[in-house]
């Protein structure tokens, strides 16, 4: 499985959804037939905190009225074909479509750690693809101890070129998402990317068009971008996204990663522009919570899932709903 930002991030930070069968059912159907947003409502447990395997995941996001859920590409690849039949149903019947996966590959440490994991992907891209599942998003550390930009960059290219080239292979969209705050970038030897301008450079040099971002409005406001920013991009530019939201009483520059807010908890970050602007280029894909918030971690399953899916939508409501 690949390291979690969460870990990792927050020991530095201190210092599509493609719908079942090609049908669109229920909610996201009535949203885009009144001309209001194409997104997806989306539940990722891991980013909140959730410990749930996929069946109990599809549960929690019926029930709380999610549209959406992250598949578990090494969980698809177990299923036999009857089994997957039968997990698609359930999600149909519950009006449910898949979200974006996590990229099951290390990239980030040695190299044979990438080579014993790059070497997995095919099987278990392949079985997102059976499952009707066609987005893949993973994160960029933005800084390194040992690695100066330009090596780390070339490095970043080379390896995650493979996983791009794999995944269009099985038909999956490859999304990419900077980490924006100055006390994550700076908190090592050399920074790395850590904005939309950056991160868009770093897929042309990858070079295969199935490449996008992970847009998060927490880095989009951390890296000090704009509207103007959100509006150099198109639907088929974003693979996912993730909304956040901030403190109160910190700069944007003393803000920590692991510090986060529910959507639209604290007015901190213009969640209003930012959803605004995924509603004018069309943007279809799933949107999720990734708050890093220790009170919402502390909760049991279903009141995070709860409080997750009542501060999104309060989000959306601030578009239209």
């Given amino acids: ?6 870990d990792l991030l927050a020991k530095v930070s201190i210092i599509g959804s493609m719908s079942i069968g090609g049908a669109v059912f229920g909610r996201r159907a009535k949203a885009a037939s009144a001309g209001q947003r194409k997104f997806t409502l ?3 447990c891991g980013s909140i905190g959730v410990q749930a395997d996929q069946r109990q995941a599809i549960g929690l996001a019926h029930r709380f009225g ?3 859920l992250s598949p578990d590409p090494h969980y698809v690849a177990q299923l036999s074909a009857a089994s997957r039949r039968e997990l698609l149903a359930e999600m149909k019947q519950k009006d449910l479509v898949w979200g974006a996966a996590g990229l099951p590959v290390d ?3 040695d ?3 990438f080579r014993s994991d790059v070497q997995k992907l095919p099987r278990l891209a392949a079985a997102l ?3 009707g599942a066609t987005r893949v998003g993973t994160w960029l550390m933005p800084c390194h101890e040992e690695l100066t930009y330009l090596t780390n960059f070339r490095q970043h290219a080379r390896r995650l070129r493979e996983c791009a ?3 269009a292979d099985h038909g999956q969209r490859f999304g990419l998402e900077y980490v924006g705050p100055k006390t994550a970038w700076a908190s090592k030897q050399h920074s790395f990317v850590h904005s939309m301008s950056e991160a868009k450079e770093l897929i042309a040099e990858i070079g295969v068009d199935n490449m996008g971002l992970v847009l998060d409005s927490w880095h989009w406001y951390t890296a000090h971008e704009t509207v103007e920013d959100l509006r150099t991009l198109t639907n088929a530019d974003v693979v996912a996204c993730d909304l956040n939201d ?3 009483g910190r700069a944007i520059d003393e803000q920590i990663d692991s510090q986060r807010e529910l959507p639209a908890a604290t007015g901190v970050i213009d969640v209003k522009s930012f959803l605004g602007e995924l509603v004018a280029i069309g943007f279809d894909g799933p949107v999720r919570a990734e708050p890093f918030n220790q009170p919402l971690n502390q909760m049991d399953n279903e009141p995070a899932a709860e409080a997750t899916a009542k501060a999104i939508r309060k989000a959306f409501e601030l578009v239209g709903g």
């Fill in 129 to 131: 693809q059976q499952a």
């Fill in 246 to 248: 901030a403190p109160v």
């Fill in 107 to 109: 990239f980030r440490k």
């Fill in 66 to 68: 999610f549209e959406s």
């Fill in 111 to 113: 190299e044979n750690t």
């Fill in 42 to 44: 989306d539940l990722n």
């Fill in 1 to 6: 499985m690949t390291i979690s930002r969460r």
């Fill in 165 to 167: 080239t794999i995944l």
